[in-house]
């Protein structure tokens, strides 16, 4: 693998640390140089040149936004609600037992009721 090793001029490092230091952005010294961004930007690197803080490329405007007001009350949002913490676990209320005579009487006023009648051969015969 044949590897180029691009060496720079002094005039070129004169003018790298005069534009850098008046803070034009790497990108900027490159296309004024003739280098690549990443080629400026490795440079700067092993120089150890480094900006405090990257310097706005444009004068940004700031505008305070006054805040939107609702038109309904979200009072059920913004009232904290009280939580209750109850040490004891709920207690699911038990069955009622039934007896099968109990069940057999229920479930046939069920069937009375819908006005259906049952099957012939579920029909009790009578004697």
Partial sequence: MVTSVMSWAEEDLAAL??????GQSAAQIAGR???????????LT???????????TAKPVIVSVS???TTTSLAACT???AKV????????PQPQQFSKKTLYDMLAEAVRNTGHQ??????????
């Fill in 33 to 43: 140089l003739g280098y690549s961004r990443n080629a400026v930007c490795a440079k």
């Fill in 79 to 81: 009232r904290p609600v």
């Fill in 85 to 92: 913490v109850s040490s004891r676990k709920p207690v699911a």
């Fill in 46 to 56: 092993r120089l150890g040149l480094k900006r405090g803080r990257k310097p706005p």
């Fill in 67 to 69: 805040k939107r007001r």
């Fill in 17 to 22: 640390k005069r534009l850098w230091s008046s």
């Fill in 118 to 127: 049952a099957p012939a051969h579920n029909r009790l015969r009578k004697s």
